[in-house]
């Protein structure tokens, strides 16, 4: 029996609460800051994450004996590192080998250097941009450019017109996405379709969790801005036998012998977002944890117990493991804010009607005021379904939402409309 300790606050951390919660490997569960859902699993403990030495008093505090890290900046930021003498078993990537997200550059070097298929890129600083402006003259299609740092899911940009491809890389350079964008990585336009693969690995062996496709953009039909994402889908419909053994030995396999050979410390989630060009797989980018929203499709249609993974991962023993899964197809749509992924106004009521009986609810960005919840964030709750396809799960979910309500809420209902 473990007392673990979950970092985050979205609704990926509301759909890992509620999985580990049906563990009876956990013994107590706190959630660091969590939202009004967690609090329904464990106990919500308001710190700064990004603080270490605030999440190293709780965890002493409690005697934490696993902490899960949900987002990715503690991860980046080196937490793993910080506590790596300490007791607490952290699930993560050591900070080297989170750069793989953390730098768009680290990750294409990676690939280039493993042979792992991926655009074809370069790197641009304020210093050689006249050789950013050649490339996107030199390009024949749309003109792809990328923040190669963190920018919360914000920092692509898929371009047609040149002209301005070329101001919004000076915008970008310029500090359009803050340090994230100090340089930006121009790459290969590959037009295909998209999907996702969760990778769970002890740095020597791995296995694959349901793989997803989320949705990024605002509006429907894929039109609109990039947001951290508007809904998504599990399983993949065509991510066939063929395909998936090119996923296996074209991209996983590889990178999990990269880490090997490079000695990086990988104790945790390898989630891999990929493009489908002509039948074979192509890497757009590493991330090195669970996403948002994929985390509300996977871990519903997941049959194994997910702390038995993560000690699994921790203890070098994910080899014997057997990841069991449900053959229903689960969906889940966002409910966002008004004004997202630009300007919105927090604090909205938020009502939820107890007869929903046939959707799991997520809190995303919530918050619980006296007798009251309230928006709290962009992306607001997550509302996921089962249905034999995904046309039947999605109008499960949308069936729901007719049941939630707050002020300006929007969402999209159009998720798997290109499958």
């Known amino acids: 029996m473990y007392k673990v300790?979950?970092?985050?606050?979205?609704?990926?951390?509301?759909?890992?609460?509620w999985k580990i919660n049906q563990s009876p490997l956990c013994d107590e569960l706190f959630i660091a800051p969590g939202n009004a859902g967690t609090e329904l699993m464990g106990r919500n403990v308001t710190i700064d994450i990004l603080d270490f030495a605030a999440v190293k008093e709780l965890v002493n505090q409690h005697q934490i004996d696993y902490m899960i890290v949900g987002p990715e900046a503690p991860l980046v930021n080196g937490i793993y590192d910080y506590f790596h003498d300490h007791s607490v078993k952290v699930i993560g990537p050591s900070k080297i080998a989170a750069q793989l997200e953390g730098s768009k550059s680290f990750a294409n070097k990676f690939m280039k250097d493993f042979n792992i298929p991926t655009a074809k890129s370069v790197d641009i600083t304020k210093e050689n941009i006249e050789e950013g402006y050649d490339l996107i003259d030199k390009q024949k299609g749309n003109i792809v450019l990328k923040a190669d740092g963190l920018a919360a899911g914000k920092g692509v940009l898929i371009l047609e017109d040149k002209a301005e491809a070329k101001r919004q890389l000076k915008a970008m350079l310029e500090g359009k996405f803050g340090a994230a964008s100090q340089t930006v990585v121009i790459e290969e336009f590959l037009d295909g379709i998209e999907f996702s693969v969760f990778v769970a690995t002890d740095g020597k062996d791995y296995k694959v969790l349901p793989m997803a496709k989320d949705y990024k953009r605002r509006g429907e039909g894929d039109k609109g801005l990039n947001t951290g994402g508007m809904g998504a889908?599990?399983?993949?419909?065509?991510?066939?036998?063929k395909l998936m053994r090119k996923v296996h030995e074209d991209i996983i396999e590889p990178t999990i012998e990269g880490l090997k050979i490079m000695e990086y410390d990988y104790k945790g989630i390898i989630f891999i977002g990929l493009i489908k060009v002509k039948n074979k797989p192509y890497v757009i980018e590493y991330n090195c944890r669970l996403g948002d929203p994929e985390t509300e499709v996977i871990l519903p249609r997941m049959k194994s117990d997910l702390m038995e993974l993560f000690v699994a991962m921790h203890d070098g023993t994910i080899k014997a493991q057997k990841v069991k899964k449900k053959k229903k197809t689960a969906a889940t749509v966002m409910l966002v804010s008004g004004g997202y992924p630009e300007a919105y106004t927090k604090g909205k009521e938020i009502v939820i009607d107890s007869?929903?009986?046939?959707?799991?609810?997520?809190?995303?960005?919530?918050?619980?005021?006296?007798?009251?919840?309230?928006?709290?964030?962009g992306r607001v709750i997550a509302v996921t379904s089962f249905g034999k396809n995904h046309k039947?799960?999605?109008?499960?979910?949308?069936?729901?939402?007719?049941?939630?309500?707050?002020?300006?809420?929007?969402?999209?209902?159009?998720?798997?409309?290109?499958?």
């Not at 007869?355 to 964030?377: C, R, V, W």
């Not at 999605?394 to 409309?417: C, T």
Request: net charge positive.
């Open 355 to 377: 007869s929903i009986e046939n959707s799991l609810i997520f809190h995303a960005g919530t918050k619980k005021e006296t007798n009251k919840i309230t928006t709290n964030g």
């Open 233 to 241: 889908i599990s399983p993949v419909p065509f991510v066939d036998k």
């Open 5 to 17: 300790l979950i970092l985050g606050s979205g609704g990926r951390e509301h759909a890992l609460a």
């Open 392 to 419: 039947k799960a999605v109008k499960k979910s949308l069936k729901s939402i007719n049941k939630i309500h707050f002020d300006g809420m929007q969402y999209r209902k159009d998720i798997g409309f290109d499958l």
